[in-house]
């Protein structure tokens, strides 16, 4: 597992508001240190963008800087129609390498997953990089900050944490479960029979 990411400010290029109803979430692979200006320049055509970016602190011999990085380097995230013009005008994107995913049909994201990733940045929640992981008892958080947030259920060093993938790039990232309530939540997304967050504690 790598260092934490210390999270000083969480920020992202905002995201549009979508209403064609057969958008998806799909992962865009970039240039690299390209990503901001392909988000900004796909925020400017009105195409959704995502990039989560965290902000650290990099301590050198003589100052200590704040650095704001992605959270995935390499990786944006749109929300289009993958059969309309959109997909085209993503690719043609300065900073855009391709698509993530299969060439016919792209590789959607749930909208949870994307949500999660929002919510854990907009509560400056501090997050460590984690073994990609898309096996596992699925859990939503029950309530707090970070209430509605899904993953996979993990035990480290008898501590509860909560591990967010997205399966098309093979990134994960965990969180802490410190206090917060959950409840299991079925493959296909719904909730469980009940509030069980004891069922659903591994330790």
């Not at 200590?64 to 997909?87: I, W």
């Amino acid at each position: 597992m790598s260092t934490i990411i210390q999270m000083v400010d969480a920020v992202s290029v905002p995201v549009t508001s979508v209403t064609v109803s057969d958008a998806k979430w799909y992962a865009i692979r970039t240039r690299s240190r390209h990503e901001k200006v392909a988000a900004r320049e796909l925020d400017a055509q009105g195409i959704p963008a995502f990039l989560p970016l965290v902000t650290s602190i990099r301590q050198w011999s003589d100052r200590r800087t704040k650095v704001e990085m992605p959270l995935f380097p390499g990786y944006a995230f749109v929300r289009v129609d993958y059969f309309s013009g959109d997909r085209v005008r993503v690719l043609r994107t300065t900073g855009v390498v391709d698509f993530v995913g299969q060439k016919m049909e792209g590789s959607s994201i749930p909208d949870e997953q994307i949500e999660s990733i929002r919510t854990i940045l907009i509560r400056n929640v501090p997050v460590k990089e984690y073994p990609f992981l898309n096996v596992g008892q699925r859990i939503r958080v029950r309530n707090g900050a970070l209430s509605g947030v899904e993953g996979i259920l993990v035990a480290v060093k008898g501590a509860r944490q909560l591990v967010i993938s997205v399966e098309p790039i093979q990134r994960s990232l965990c969180i802490n479960l410190d206090d917060y309530q959950i409840e299991n939540v079925s493959v296909a997304g719904s909730k469980g029979s009940g509030p069980n967050e004891n069922s659903a504690n591994p330790r």
